[in-house]
């Protein structure tokens, strides 16, 4: 009998949980229960998400910025179709095939300053790229990232970590990686003078947390910290790998900030959600410093990096971001969204801020005034430090659909992250979500504060071992 996926997704449907209970990660399985997020999803469309149950989800997640240009895009399926019927040939590997060509062509076509570009298969290994790259290009050893950064989770990526929780256990990393403060332009001079540094590698926007560099306009955090970093001799690399793409309204984040970094990290989005891909855009005297002669000119790569599905997947999602305007909608929805959100701020006073760039935005919040509110308040937050963000994400997830996230580890930060496609509807859908949440949360004795206090209660109960 010939294999039937078809039929394999129909007689097995039912089986997700017990399997990955089993085989991949029970505690995952567990936290998702606990949580109430143990859905069956079985279709998925731009920027929704449908259950067995027939019920829409608005997905503000995206993958953690994979599904920029939405889920099953037709004109991605289109080129991937393309690419299997056309039985080209593949990772000949003693070859040069024409598709990774073209993708660097249109990549490069939106990154002027930047010549060349080094295709692998996730953000994290163009992060190990752009370590072996800067190191190659300076003969400098040291490498310095920023507090709260995140870079990926392989361990020269790590050694760039800014949070010890990913740390922790895995020591030791990389000697000679050394954490300034973020906006902190005398620390980073400081540390430059020292003149062993190969490389600054910085988020236009952070990740976790999302925090903006200083004001954009002449002399900000970015440029400036670029400037330093060529006076000191020191490359400086941009992680645009969750920023880049049009996720903050421009093609690159660093664009908001007129920077031209020495090296350009993408990946996420480019993979139009289909095939894992990571890319590194920089300058040519970089990368010839790397692949300096005939008999190097293999020294760094990876088997599956330029891989003709990963290739047509990033040519046809630089299509769609430019056919269907998605750099556009990100800076107008995004403005929008910021402004609407912000406004809530007025009414609710937990609700400390809302900032952003684009699409990629952050709702903080912080203790209440209102004596009553303030004892709930505590109780959670000695519980389990950012616990509050749950009070919102639960029930935005539970009554509205919408799914969010907290935007790192003991943080009072909700991040949105939605696909770059979403329109007015989804936003109006997302204010009235929150509003309506956040008035929950205000009032003592309604339906957040009883799932308060049992998250409270199950968190000190699993922190005393019980
Ligand atoms: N760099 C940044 C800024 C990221 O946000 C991430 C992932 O979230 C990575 C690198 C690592 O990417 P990947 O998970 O594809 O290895």
Redesign the pocket.
């Known amino acids: 009998m010939t294999f039937d996926l078809t039929q394999l997704l129909a007689e097995r449907a039912a089986d997700n949980f017990t399997l990955h209970e089993r085989h991949l990660n029970p505690q995952f399985v567990k936290m998702l229960k606990t949580i109430g997020f143990d859905r069956r999803y079985v279709r998925a469309e731009g920027q929704y998400l449908y259950d067995d149950k027939g019920q829409r989800y608005l997905d503000l997640l995206s993958g ?2 994979v599904f920029a240009f939405g889920r099953n895009h037709p004109v991605i399926k289109r080129a991937l179709t393309a690419v299997l019927d056309a039985d080209l040939p593949n990772l000949v590997q003693l070859d040069v095939a024409l598709l990774p060509g073209l993708l660097a062509e249109r990549l490069l076509a939106r990154m002027p300053s930047q010549e060349c570009v080094f295709f692998c298969n ?6 190990e790229a752009a370590i072996k790259l800067a190191r190659a290009a300076t003969g400098r050893k040291r490498f310095l990232c920023c507090d709260h950064a ?5 361990m020269g ?1 790590l050694s760039l970590n800014g949070d010890a929780i990913f740390r922790d256990r895995f020591e030791p990393l990389l000697a000679d990686a050394t954490r300034i403060p973020w906006n902190d332009l005398a620390a980073l001079e400081a540390a430059l003078r020292k003149g062993d540094v190969a490389a600054f590698v910085i ?1 236009p926007i952070q ?1 976790k947390g999302v925090n903006l560099p200083g004001p954009a306009g002449k002399g900000n955090y970015l440029s400036e910290a670029a400037r330093l970093c060529r006076k000191h001799g020191a490359l400086f690399i941009a ?1 645009e ?3 880049g793409l049009g996720r903050t309204g421009r093609f690159l984040a660093v664009e908001h900030y007129g920077v031209e970094p020495d090296l350009v ?1 993408l ?2 989005a480019l993979s139009g959600g289909f095939v ?1 891909v ?1 890319a590194v855009a920089g300058k040519r005297y970089i990368f010839d410093k790397l692949f300096d002669r005939m008999d190097r000119a293999v020294v760094h790569g990876s088997t599956f990096g330029k891989n003709n599905l990963a290739m047509a997947a990033g040519l046809a999602s630089l299509s769609v971001l430019e056919d269907e305007r998605l750099i556009e909608n990100a800076a107008e929805r995004g403005a929008s969204l910021l402004q609407r959100l912000g406004a809530l701020s007025a009414k609710y006073e937990m609700l400390k801020q809302v900032r952003g760039q684009g699409l990629m935005i952050a709702l903080e919040f912080g203790p209440p005034k209102a004596l009553k509110l303030k004892a709930a308040w505590t109780l959670l937050e000695s519980a389990n430090k950012g616990l509050f963000c749950q009070t919102v994400i639960i029930p935005l997830f539970m009554r509205h659909r919408v799914l969010s996230q907290v935007a790192g580890h003991e943080m009072l930060v909700i991040k949105l992250l939605p696909p770059l496609c979403i329109t007015q509807e989804d936003e109006d859908w997302i204010v009235d979500a929150f509003d309506d949440v956040l008035a929950q949360c205000h009032q003592l004795g309604g339906a957040a504060w009883d799932l308060a206090t049992t998250m409270a209660k199950n968190a000190l109960r699993l922190q005393a071992g019980a």
């Open positions: 953690f910025g996730s953000g994290t290994e163009a992060v995140f870079h990926g989770l392989t990526a988020e990740g992680d790998v969750q920023t990290l990946a996420k894992p990571g």
